[in-house]
């Protein structure tokens, strides 16, 4: 479901020269939110699914916290290289596109300023417009590169760095993703505070996807509190699952 529209009120606040100077300075730098974001749901989810299937089989919660923290660390490593040799290609096919385009502009440039006043046509510009429109951003070396790059190529301008969105993403996997060990981890150390570390565990954890997936809805069109119950579902029907299986497994081989 789409978010509440703002008025028109709220609409020619956002659109100030001072509004639009700062949303336009931070929208083109790159954030690394949206790393963290995805990394505490896959961390809470798959370490969840662990406890679970644990629980359904019956182990003990020592075996809860070898698994769960075996998780953390192995799946969260890997979740983080993964986004790291992600970000690495993107970063790469910019350098080598921009590459590309400055040695056709050195090499053919009138092939170029072709290119540039088609892209152009496209977007409405005819006659003496589009003519000044080419040669504005042919003037400039860089200017012109980028604009190769957006309009044709359709690369976004804005270089993430594979190291920090990899830190992001292990950060998020390892610190929510530790929240269903919680319970456990201090049933362990002091076993009278916590009788039933499952049950909290489980409430924990629920929290945990619906906050996380609140925060999710910053980055889509749709209202928070749908964001974090669909999540919440979602990680639910993981922990379900794992927690069948477990009980399966547990009855079968005990």
Do not use: C
């Amino acid at each position: 479901m789409a978010r509440a529209r703002p008025s028109r009120q709220e609409l020619i606040r956002q659109h100030s020269a001072a509004e639009i100077r700062t949303r336009l300075e931070t929208e083109n730098r790159a954030g690394y939110l949206s790393d963290a974001v995805y990394g505490g749901i896959d961390g809470t989810v798959t370490t969840f699914a662990v406890v679970s299937g644990v629980a359904g089989a019956g182990l003990s919660s020592d075996i809860v916290i070898i698994l769960g923290f075996a998780n953390l660390i192995g799946d969260g490593f890997s979740m983080a290289a993964s986004n790291y040799l992600g970000t690495r290609v993107e970063q790469q096919l910019h350098d080598d596109v921009r590459e590309t385009e400055k040695h056709h502009i050195d090499v053919y440039p009138e092939g170029e300023r072709e290119e540039v006043r088609q892209i152009f046509a496209a977007k409405g510009f005819e006659g003496d417009d589009l003519e000044r429109a080419v040669e504005i951003i042919t003037q400039d070396r860089n200017r012109w590169i980028d604009t190769m790059l957006t309009d044709e190529y359709g690369l976004s301008l804005i270089r993430r760095s594979p190291v920090r969105a990899a830190v992001a993403t292990m950060i998020a996997f390892n610190v929510i993703g530790f929240i269903p060990l919680l319970a456990f981890v201090i049933a362990w150390f002091a076993p009278q505070m916590m009788t039933h570390p499952y049950m909290t565990s489980t409430f924990l954890t629920a929290v945990a996807f619906f906050s996380v997936g609140a925060i999710k809805s910053k980055f889509v069109d749709e209202r928070w509190y749908f964001a974090g119950g669909e999540t919440l579902i979602v990680g639910g029907a993981a922990a379900l699952l794992a927690y069948l299986v477990g009980a399966f497994l547990g009855n079968l081989i005990g």
